[in-house]
């Protein structure tokens, strides 16, 4: 177990400096030092202003979609639970998406308001009817239909405005980090500091709830009020991490079973690991969509589709239901 997550750490650190390496400018590794110590200036906005702030996006973006999932999977009791999948990403896509129409960039603290802002009514009425309902399916399938639903509605608003920064919108919504810099991560960060935070407050409680409603009832945890303050903790990851990012799904469901099989499910020790699985997926997809040999940069929630989707067949098929 402990060989396991020194290992997920290590190939952790190896991929962030990897990744330093890649992209348009090829930069050798006496520039990329150069570069990072400040003696090259040439090699310094390229190493300084590009490629490290798009590394230090793709981290926090994928540790903090990993964080919401493992604590939307433990209050639900729900391996499908995604912040993709439930409207989350969604939702706060709407929100940045919305700001960038009205002439404000991502970076905006004005656009960290409106992803915030709707990932947090996504949380407040998703909680809502998990409350009023016990399926498992129907919850799932509520959370399929508002990704959907508010994925078409940000794609109606920014095709029916014809903004001349449709490009760089249609981008954000499939996921990417090619607009990403220092900006998006200083408005960011406390939107996913406060998430994470609040996640592992409730580490214990959610451990307990692990054991079914009744019983935790029965030690003194109120599900539904665990699961209303997972939800806006979960919000508020989503949305940083979409500030980061843009909308990237199934991070969650990828970085979740290799933190249970690694630490188990206990919530105290699988938030963290979870945490640097999910930042090591986003950030080996948008090192290798930099590296292919293309003219168009494919976005990574293209390719964390590619392998998730086909992953969410096998769970809906292994359980045999939505």
């Known amino acids: 177990m402990r060989v396991g997550v020194v290992l997920v ?17 090829g930069l ?28 230090l996006a793709a981290l926090l973006a994928g540790g903090g979609l990993a964080a919401a999932g493992v604590g939307l999977q433990a209050a639900f009791r729900n391996e499908m639970a995604d912040p993709f999948l439930l409207g989350g990403a969604s939702a706060a896509g709407l929100g940045v998406g919305l700001a960038g129409l009205l002439g404000w960039s991502s970076g905006s603290l004005f656009a960290a308001v409106l992803a915030g802002g709707f990932a947090i009514v996504w949380a407040i009425l998703l909680g809502r009817v998990r409350d009023e309902s016990e ?9 399929l239909g508002m990704t959907f639903a508010l994925l078409g509605w940000t794609l109606a608003l920014i095709f029916a405005f014809q903004s001349p920064r449709l490009p760089t919108f249609t981008y954000f919504v499939f996921g990417g980090l090619s607009a990403t810099g220092w900006a998006q991560i200083a408005v960011a960060l406390p939107l996913l500091v406060v998430g994470a935070v609040g996640l592992s407050r409730r580490a214990r409680a959610l451990d307990v709830l692990a054991t079914g409603d009744r019983h935790a009832k029965g030690l003194g945890v109120d599900p539904k009020w665990i699961r209303r303050r997972v ?43 979870a945490i640097l699985v999910g930042a090591g997926i986003v950030l ?15 976005p990574i929630g293209v390719v964390t589709a590619a392998v998730g989707g086909p992953l969410l067949v ?6 045999r239901q939505l």
């Open 9 to 25: 750490s290590v190939g952790l650190a190896a991929a962030t400096v990897l990744a330093l390496f890649v992209g348009a400018a």
């Open 28 to 55: 050798t590794p006496l520039e990329v030092w150069e570069g990072l110590i400040g003696t090259d200036q040439s090699s310094a906005g390229v190493v300084r202003n590009i490629r490290l702030p798009r590394i």
């Open 135 to 143: 399926s498992a399916s129907g919850f799932v399938l509520l959370g």
């Open 231 to 273: 939800l806006l903790a979960a919000a508020l990851a989503t949305a940083g991490s979409v500030l980061l990012a843009g909308v990237v799904g199934f991070v969650a469901l990828l970085a979740a079973p290799v933190g249970r099989k690694l630490v188990g499910p206990d919530f105290r020790r699988l938030l963290p690991v």
């Open 284 to 298: 080996l997809a948008d090192t290798g969509v930099r590296s292919l040999p293309i003219p168009v940069e494919v």
């Open 314 to 319: 096998v769970m809906a098929l292994g359980r």
